[in-house]
Nanobody, 117 residues
């Protein structure tokens, strides 16, 4: 059984930084990509950032230049460095794993990020 465990969420002030980590355990025969989604209260879940197995990344326009996604394929881990945080970044952040192109196949349980003075 595949499990994704996130860590690193919490409270930050506007302009501050947080780093999210996610480690996958269990048998995953192939990883096409890993990524992060988020869901703010009253809003739809949205893709924040995604990194493919070869290193190709893509970001939501709202986080470009502020967030950086990275991965360690050997550890089946993905990270999200979040800088210059804004109150609009407040959300539950979910780690995801893709076995192929399309939507995620596995989801973490989510970690809360709150940006507030």
């Amino acid at each position: 059984q595949v499990q994704l465990v996130e860590s690193g969420g919490g409270l930050a002030q506007p302009g501050g930084s947080l780093r999210l980590s996610c480690a996958a355990s269990g048998i995953i025969f192939s990883i096409y990509a890993m990524g992060w989604y988020r869901q703010a209260p009253g809003k739809q879940r949205e893709l924040v950032a995604k990194i493919r197995n070869g290193g190709l990344t893509n970001y939501a326009d709202s986080v470009k230049g502020r967030f950086t996604i990275s991965a360690d394929n050997a550890k089946k881990a993905v990270y999200l460095q979040m800088n210059s945080l804004k109150s609009d970044d407040t959300a539950v952040y979910y780690c995801t794993v893709y076995r192929r192109s399309g939507g995620p196949d596995y989801w973490g349980q989510g970690t809360q990020v709150t940006v507030s003075p």
